[in-house]
């Protein structure tokens, strides 16, 4: 049976009944594609990773998952799992900053919005910064900031490339200015990485705005993106103001970077671990070529010979 | 400076209660003249009462208030600071990119007879001014150009001087397609990478990702009226409070006046301005900027060039509050 078929016999076995659906939905059992309105066995999408079957619309995944799609099994060591944000402005606007980063880390068992690990990809060493877009956005606060700019630190320590997947809508603005000024401490360390000579490499992944894509998602060696992904410096409402007229279809899309030359390439995520390994061997930096090595007895004996 | 003296002050709320008193004392004035009284003592009573009540209204500004005061359409601008404080100044265009944008000027100085380079984002004095220069909304060229010459002052060893004046970096369409987020991201990174000294000067209203896009340097100064925002209280306040009426409690919340930032541990010097505000006298604040930025040059002179970009990473690497716990 082809994979296919499978697919569609799983598909032919799906829930009968309205009411039926609607449970196996709420379930978690069944997954209704927001892009085509196709139903789909949760386990199946999963292992398409969260790809839709019937129309390849690209569903969020959050970190953990990622991180699983991307490393190498049993590699996976996940740093400063330790930092947790606080409330230094002690921000209220109509709930408290504190009361919602803790509600936000019971309902995610997230401590923020990025986990930040070093692992293998296909056996080469990798550090690798997940943002989620659970977590209040994926907006950038302190320890968004922290915990990037020590993945990088680390990064260019060991000499080993950085891969970051962004989800974010940008900075966090219950930590005002504090946040703000992450944008220009990851790209200091960046500047560190790049200055050794090492590959640095967003993935832009839906959505990408604001002050994430104003510093480390635009800085990339490479840049890549996920299919239709939405990346851009200003929300799309307030452009929309700005000109008092309607925006194209495709604005802010990874089509239209890719188009404007701001994306190196669209990969879909199904194919994104390979892409990912293959740039990351093709950057390794060369071993001492064999072939110079033992062309040498050769330009001996030649002169030896012209000697003679 | 670049005011003609005949053009009637533009009153922010909070000074009219000074207006009033002010044009009382002309009034009196006046009226004394015509009639041959003499009211010298209580004229000096009254201005005496008008200092006090004007020192009152501008050593108590709410933040909203301060940020009024840093969009003053009369604020000394950038342009108006470099030809302040210049010996010689030659502005200097284009991006190399086919752009140059008018809300970023910059161009080769010398300040006490040393070649430095200046640049900033510059707001118009009038409306017409202010729809060539895009309200100093600057656009991705202006942050290319902006870059194109601190790499310039990099390699002719001047000291690079920066002036943040803007709401943010300009929201259209065209600043999309041409790349908003890779300019300033660009810049940031590039700013840690350079050898000179760079002083960032927030001289009015410092708009988050677009004020950042010039402003990495080994020194953060600001006036003491300036606001440094994250977002505007305006969108702040449609975000978190879902409503826009709500800027002046968001504007208390985001934590935007020079003090804020100093205790926060982002800002390095507060700039003292006139009573009044910058604007009330504009060569006062200026001689402030001078005597500041060359205090602070010569204190970064001292060091390696390997020195400052080791300060200038420290400086932003501890920026940030958070908790760890011991695993
Ligand atoms: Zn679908």
Redesign the pocket.
């Known amino acids: 049976m082809s994979l296919f078929d499978w697919f569609a016999n799983r598909q032919k076995s799906g829930p009968a009944t309205p009411e039926g659906q609607e449970r196996e939905i709420a379930d978690g059992l069944w997954t209704k594609?927001e892009?085509?309105?196709?139903l789909t066995y949760t386990k199946d999408l999963r292992s398409n990773q969260m790809v839709?079957l019937?129309?390849?619309?690209h569903m969020r995944v959050y970190s953990d998952q990622r991180i699983s799609q991307l490393i190498d099994a049993n590699t996976w060591v996940a740093i400063d799992e330790n930092l947790h944000p606080v409330d230094p402005l002690k921000f209220r606007d109509r709930k408290s900053y504190s009361d919602r980063i803790r509600e936000t880390q019971e309902k995610t068992r997230l401590t923020d919005a990025v986990q930040t690990g070093i692992g293998q990809i296909e056996s080469l060493p990798l550090a690798l910064g997940v943002m989620d877009f659970r977590f209040m956005g994926g907006s950038m606060g302190s320890v968004v900031g922290e915990k990037l700019t020590r993945l990088i630190e680390r990064a260019t320590q060991q000499h080993i490339p950085v891969v970051i997947v962004c989800a974010s809508g940008g900075a966090r603005m219950q930590e005002g200015m504090l946040s703000l000024m992450q944008m220009a401490k990851i790209s200091g360390a960046l500047e560190r990485h790049q200055s050794h000579r090492l590959l640095y490499i967003p993935v832009l992944t839906h959505p990408t705005t604001g002050g994430v894509t104003a510093s480390f998602a635009m800085l990339g060696d490479i840049i890549l993106a996920e299919p239709k992904a939405t990346i851009g410096f200003a929300g799309r409402r307030v452009v929309e103001q700005t000109l008092r007229e309607k925006l194209p279809e495709d604005f802010q899309t990874s089509e239209y970077l890719l188009q404007h030359g701001f994306v190196d390439a669209i990969v879909p995520r199904t194919q994104l671990k390979r892409s990912l390994a293959q740039l990351i061997r093709l950057h390794q930096p060369a071993a001492p070529s064999s072939h110079l090595v033992s062309s040498f007895p050769a330009i001996k004996a030649l002169s030896k010979t012209a000697l003679d | 400076m670049a005011h003609s003296p005949d053009r009637r002050p533009i009153l922010l709320d909070f000074e009219k209660p000074l207006a009033e008193l002010e044009s009382r004392i002309i009034q009196i004035r006046e009226l004394a003249e015509e009639n041959e009284v003499d009211v010298s003592g209580e004229i000096r009573q009254l201005e005496e009462r008008a200092l006090q009540l004007r020192q009152e209204i501008f050593s108590s500004l709410s933040p909203l208030q301060r940020m009024q005061v840093a969009r003053h359409p009369r604020r000394p601008s950038t342009l108006d600071y470099i030809q302040a404080i210049c010996d010689e100044w030659m502005e200097l265009h284009g991006d190399r990119g086919g752009h140059d944008d008018p809300a970023v000027v910059g161009g080769v100085a010398s300040i006490n007879g040393r070649a430095v380079l200046m640049l900033g984002q510059q707001k118009g004095r009038d409306t017409k001014d202010n729809i060539t220069r895009n309200f100093g909304m600057a656009s991705p060229g202006g942050y290319r150009k902006a870059m194109r010459l601190m790499e310039h002052a990099d390699r002719f060893h001047m000291p690079i001087l920066t002036f943040i004046d803007t709401p943010g970096a300009y929201p259209g369409m065209s600043a999309e397609e041409l790349g908003q987020g890779e300019a300033i991201a660009y810049n940031l990174r590039e700013m840690f990478r350079l050898d000179v000294p760079i002083i960032c000067t927030v001289v009015g209203e410092g708009g988050s990702g677009g004020a950042l896009g010039i402003g990495v340097g080994d020194r953060l100064l600001m006036f003491e009226h300036s606001v440094y925002t994250v977002a505007t209280p305006e969108a702040c306040a449609a975000i978190l409070w879902k409503d826009s009426a709500k800027a002046n409690q968001a504007a208390e919340a985001l934590k935007i006046t020079a003090a804020d930032l100093k205790n926060l541990g982002i800002l390095d010097e507060i700039l003292a301005e006139p009573i009044g505000g910058a604007h009330s006298d504009p060569l006062k604040a200026a001689e402030t900027l001078k005597e500041a930025i060359l205090r602070n040059l010569a204190e970064l002179d001292q060091l390696t060039n390997q020195q400052r970009r080791e300060l200038r990473y420290q400086k932003f690497r501890s920026i940030g509050v958070f908790a760890e716990t011991t695993v």
């Open positions: 594609c892009a085509c309105g196709a839709c019937e129309c390849d619309h």
